[in-house]
Nanobody
Framework: QVQLVESGGGLVQAGGSLRLSCAASGRIFSINGMGWYRQAPGKPRDLVAVSTSGGSTNYADSVKGRFTISRDNAENTVYLQMNSLKPEDTAVYYC???????????????WGQGTQVTVSS
């Protein structure tokens, strides 16, 4: 089994910053992609940013220039630095790990439990 534990969410005023962290644990050999998704009330879960093991990144248009994803492959940890936050960034942020090779097999995707980010105007 693989566990993803997020931290760093909270309440911040518009224009402020937060840094989310997500650590993957378990009998992991390797993880291909690690990234962040978010889900606001009544809306689908959408991609925010993703980082592959090769170092490439991809961002939603709405966060480009404001959010930065980074990754520590040795620690199976991914971070999301969020700057210039807006009220529309308010959502539950979920960490995801894709293409996880473990001692017992392969997981196409594993999700964290989510962390709430609230941006006040």
């Amino acid at each position: 089994q693989v566990q993803l534990v997020e931290s760093g969410g909270g309440l911040v005023q518009a224009g402020g910053s937060l840094r989310l962290s997500c650590a993957a644990s378990g009998r992991i050999f390797s993880i291909n992609g690690m990234g962040w998704y978010r889900q606001a009330p009544g809306k689908p879960r959408d991609l925010v940013a993703v980082s592959t093991s090769g170092g490439s990144t991809n961002y939603a248009d709405s966060v480009k220039g404001r959010f930065t994803i980074s990754r520590d492959n040795a620690e199976n940890t991914v971070y999301l630095q969020m700057n210039s936050l807006k009220p529309e960034d308010t959502a539950v942020y979920y960490c995801a790990a894709d293409g996880v090779v473990t001692t017992t097999g392969f997981l196409s995707r594993s999700w964290g439990q989510g962390t709430q980010v609230t941006v006040s105007s």
